[in-house]
């Protein structure tokens, strides 16, 4: 009777230390499962694709320096005979702009006056970054930027039916009298509208480019002033020039021509700038 009852006192035990044991070995199944799901997660993540390249430009050139090496700029402004030889020096410096941040946004300007007109010319680079090159290079963000600006300008996007927009109208100059030997003038020989060559999208300077042309509306006593913005992008950069001629004599139109030539031959200097 003695034996019996320790058997019985010891069988309770043995069924809770078989229960305990299972238990344990159900954890550490679900610990390896665990363990398991966790490796499978890191390789899926593992197959994300890499960020892009940074941009080609990693800091901007001092504008100032980039324009006054040009021989192009005393063509665009020149000085007046009044001016001694160190204010000229100080007018083809230029005077640079306030930056917070000069790898990213610089610019300079310059001024030239003479009894004839006024000449203005600015020069800005903007570096454009992308905060997420996962979903977008240096180069796309720059080329949005330049999106928004070229739509901001109205005009149309490269192609086929892109054709320049006209600039506004410019009144033709009154009729030369008939010479004073009586012989009538021939139709082809009388004076024409000076050529207005309008804004539009240039397709040889740097790797998008648009010119922007605006005259100011003629008035009874203020001269009409032109005024011709080119913008480009070459990779991650940026470049705006803006050139305006105003002429102190009302009547007097700067001619389209020469204005635009001018602008081109020193935005295509700097393109070759940014090249090097």
């Known amino acids: 009777m003695q034996r019996k009852a320790v058997r019985r006192r010891f ?38 694709a890499a960020p892009a390249q940074p941009g080609k430009y990693r ?16 063509g665009m ?9 160190q204010q000229r020096d100080q007018m083809y410096a230029g005077v640079a702009d306030s930056s917070y941040d000069g790898d990213r946004h610089v610019g300079c300007r ?6 004839e007109e006024t000449r203005l010319l600015s020069v800005g680079f903007e570096r454009v970054v992308s905060y997420d090159r996962s979903a977008t290079s240096d180069d796309d963000k720059a080329k949005q930027v330049y999106v928004r600006r070229l739509t901001d300008a109205k005009l149309p996007f490269p192609g086929p039916s892109a054709s320049p927009t ?9 009729a030369s009298p008939t010479p004073a030997s009586g012989v009538a003038s021939s139709p082809g020989a009388s004076p024409s509208a000076p050529v207005e060559l309008g804004s539009r999208v240039l397709e040889d300077l740097g790797s998008d480019a648009f010119l922007d042309d605006k005259l100011s509306p003629a008035g009874a006593s203020a001269a009409q002033s032109r005024t011709v913005r080119i913008v480009f992008r070459t990779s991650n950069v940026l470049v705006t020039l803006e050139y305006s001629v105003q002429p102190a004599l009302p009547g007097t139109v700067p001619p389209s021509t020469e204005t635009q030539d001018k602008a081109r031959q020193l935005a295509q200097a700097l393109a070759e700038r940014f090249s090097e």
């Open 11 to 48: 069988l309770p035990g043995i069924a809770m230390l078989t229960a305990l044991a299972a238990g344990a070995a159900g954890l550490t199944g679900c610990t390896g499962g665990s363990g398991g799901g966790g490796t499978s997660d890191s390789k899926a993540g593992g197959s994300s």
């Open 59 to 74: 800091s901007l050139p001092a504008p100032c320096k980039a324009v006054a090496d040009s021989k192009k700029l005393k």
């Open 77 to 85: 402004l020149p000085a007046g005979d009044s001016l001694t030889p």
């Open 110 to 115: 310059w001024t030239g006056q003479s009894p």
């Open 166 to 174: 006209p600039a506004a109208p410019t009144p033709a100059p009154p």
